[in-house]
């Protein structure tokens, strides 16, 4: 029963900058390479066989190969990488990013409620002069932690794009509610600008080419890396933002269903598994295993430690067993689905409550748990993004399980004197700095005064 898992370039990217062994250079990047950290040890934790796809540029992949020799780095043979890669810019092209008003609207929603982030498009005024921003709606513009550190993610995402070898051309399809002459970014521009004289250009804290860039790359990732996976009958580890993107997509078809699942395990109580089960087999389910990262830096003086430590955990009966239980459910036969989910399930919460016992930390900010949400059967699902986020996977058992970025980002946050440790063997570059973002106290979401207002286009 030997369980592959795939794991992306972008995470491993991550693990390289807080390990030392990359230069870090965005100083906010720091919380996001936690959570890939968390994504490499749980790789190695949950498989009998981690694999990645070699197809970063030279300069970066000689250095990362020696460095992650327990690793199998696959080439894709040339005519498969083009019709995957073809076929996930196809899907990511197809990602409108819509607008209404001045706030996103239509799926896209969905990501940032994923996200936990607020944003708005606004004028930024200067005397005179009025900048086009994308904003983040803050309660206090005094924490604004969590919102930097996903602005670290799109900046991640963006330099992954960059790192990678002869990445397919892909729009970034962009909609105003009311306006059809806009497609894209630069038509969304030109329109503000053409409609305001005042206009002197984008703000120089906005987020709005980051953001659309990263909603399309990450969708494009994320379906490249779920059809590499099925090609190899492994499951897929994505980074961060990726995992975003796919909860985004469960939450299009089934939003309550996932909010429901969720938020009931991120209460007090001792249950670590949810589930909605089909007659036909399908189901959701969100599961809270621990914040293996706390337990291992608890256990060790640096990152690069605990990812040894991870490798020798891998052999014990704790992780062998939830192993053999996840192999199970993406092996379940078509006879009597209902029963056979509701079955492994229940074995999954009992690993995962043994998990929960051994390995969850306990900090000043409460016991470390994350939580995931997974999807079985063969019925992916009727919505046109989740069916064809899993196209490769059609009439097929599979299991997939996204991690919550919002619930690690909170892990993260709460680390306490364990944070210092992860950072101990950070290097920074001679020009690392804290990029900032733009914010805008909530309250102010409907309101304009003399430093800025909403930005809303005419409809036609």
Same mark, same amino acid.
């Given at each position: 029963?030997?369980?592959?898992?795939?794991?992306?370039?972008?995470?491993?990217?991550?693990?390289?900058?807080?390990?030392?062994?990359?230069?870090?250079?965005?100083?906010?990047?720091?919380?996001?390479?936690?959570?890939?950290?968390?994504?490499?040890?749980?790789?190695?934790?949950?498989?009998?066989?981690?694999?990645?796809?070699?197809?970063?540029?030279?300069?970066?992949?000689?250095?990362?190969?020696?460095?992650?020799?327990?690793?199998?780095?696959?080439?894709?043979?040339?005519?498969?990488?083009?019709?995957?890669?073809?076929?996930?810019?196809?899907?990511?092209?197809?990602?409108?990013?819509?607008?209404?008003?001045?706030?996103?609207?239509?799926?896209?929603?969905?990501?940032?409620?994923?996200?936990?982030?607020?944003?708005?498009?606004?004028?930024?005024?200067?005397?005179?002069?009025?900048?086009?921003?994308?904003?983040?709606?803050?309660?206090?513009?005094?924490?604004?932690?969590?919102?930097?550190?996903?602005?670290?993610?799109?900046?991640?995402?963006?330099?992954?794009?960059?790192? #990678?070898? %002869?990445?397919? +051309?892909?729009?970034?399809?962009? *909609?105003? =509610?009311?306006? /059809?002459? $806009?497609?894209?970014?630069?038509?969304?521009?030109?329109?503000?600008?053409?409609?305001?004289?005042?206009?002197?250009?984008?703000?120089?804290?906005?987020?709005?080419?980051?953001?659309?860039?990263?909603?399309?790359?990450?969708?494009?990732?994320?379906?490249?890396?779920?059809?590499?996976?099925?090609?190899?009958?492994?499951?897929?580890?994505?980074?961060?933002?990726?995992?975003?993107?796919?909860?985004?997509?469960?939450?299009?078809?089934?939003?309550?269903? #996932?909010? %429901?699942?969720? +938020?009931?395990?991120?209460?007090? *109580?001792? =249950?670590?598994? /949810?589930? $909605?089960?089909?007659?036909?087999?399908?189901?959701?389910?969100?599961?809270?295993?621990?914040?293996?990262?706390?337990?291992?830096?608890?256990?060790?003086?640096?990152?690069?430690?605990?990812?040894?430590?991870?490798?020798?955990?891998?052999?014990?009966?704790?992780?062998?067993?939830?192993?053999?239980?996840?192999?199970?459910?993406?092996?379940?036969?078509?006879?009597?689905?209902?029963?056979?989910?509701?079955?492994?399930?229940?074995?999954?919460?009992?690993?995962?409550?043994?998990?929960?016992?051994?390995?969850?930390?306990?900090?000043?900010?409460?016991?470390?748990?994350?939580?995931?949400?997974?999807?079985?059967?063969?019925?992916?699902?009727?919505?046109?993004?989740?069916?064809?986020?899993?196209?490769?996977?059609?009439?097929?058992?599979?299991?997939?399980?996204?991690?919550?970025?919002?619930?690690?980002?909170?892990?993260?946050?709460?680390?306490?004197?364990?944070?210092?440790?992860?950072?101990?063997?950070?290097?920074?570059?001679?020009?690392?700095?804290?990029?900032?973002?733009?914010?805008?106290?909530?309250?102010?979401?409907?309101?304009?005064?003399?430093?800025?207002?909403?930005?809303?286009?005419?409809?036609?």
């Amino acid at each position: 029963m030997n369980r592959t898992v795939l794991i992306d370039n972008s995470t491993l990217s991550g693990v390289q900058r807080l390990t030392g062994e990359a230069q870090t250079l965005n100083l906010n990047n720091i919380d996001n390479d936690i959570l890939c950290l968390e994504k490499l040890v749980t790789a190695i934790l949950f498989s009998d066989r981690v694999i990645s796809v070699d197809d970063y540029k030279e300069k970066y992949r000689s250095e990362r190969l020696k460095r992650f020799g327990f690793v199998d780095f696959i080439k894709l043979d040339t005519e498969t990488a083009t019709v995957l890669s073809k076929n996930a810019a196809d899907f990511a092209s197809s990602m409108v990013f819509e607008f209404d008003g001045s706030k996103p609207a239509g799926d896209v929603v969905n990501f940032f409620e994923a996200l936990r982030i607020d944003p708005q498009l606004r004028w930024d005024v200067f005397v005179s002069s009025e900048y086009l921003t994308l904003t983040l709606l803050v309660q206090d513009t005094k924490a604004t932690q969590h919102e930097l550190a996903i602005d670290s993610v799109f900046r991640h995402e963006s330099a992954d794009a960059g790192a #990678v070898t %002869n990445p397919q +051309e892909m729009a970034h399809p962009v *909609s105003v =509610e009311g306006r /059809s002459d $806009i497609s894209d970014i630069k038509d969304l521009v030109q329109a503000f600008r053409s409609g305001n004289s005042q206009y002197r250009g984008p703000g120089h804290k906005s987020l709005l080419q980051r953001i659309v860039f990263g909603y399309g790359w990450a969708a494009e990732r994320s379906h490249f890396y779920n059809a590499v996976a099925a090609i190899h009958n492994a499951d897929a580890y994505l980074a961060p933002l990726r995992d975003a993107f796919c909860e985004s997509c469960c939450r299009i078809e089934s939003r309550s269903q #996932v909010n %429901n699942l969720l +938020e009931r395990l991120k209460s007090h *109580s001792q =249950e670590t598994l /949810s589930k $909605i089960v089909e007659a036909g087999g399908g189901a959701r389910f969100a599961v809270k295993l621990p914040f293996f990262t706390a337990y291992l830096i608890s256990q060790c003086d640096n990152p690069a430690q605990c990812i040894e430590k991870a490798l020798e955990l891998r052999s014990s009966k704790d992780f062998k067993g939830c192993r053999t239980v996840l192999y199970n459910l993406e092996n379940a036969k078509q006879q009597d689905k209902h029963k056979e989910i509701n079955q492994i399930l229940g074995y999954l919460e009992q690993s995962a409550d043994a998990l929960m016992k051994t390995y969850a930390v306990t900090t000043d900010g409460g016991k470390q748990f994350s939580l995931s949400l997974g999807l079985t059967g063969p019925s992916i699902g009727t919505s046109f993004k989740l069916s064809n986020l899993f196209s490769s996977y059609e009439n097929k058992p599979f299991t997939r399980v996204f991690r919550n970025i919002a619930q690690d980002m909170l892990n993260v946050e709460k680390l306490g004197g364990l944070h210092e440790k992860l950072c101990s063997t950070i290097r920074e570059h001679k020009k690392a700095t804290y990029p900032q973002i733009a914010v805008t106290p909530k309250f102010m979401e409907d309101k304009e005064n003399e430093y800025g207002r909403p930005a809303e286009l005419r409809t036609e």
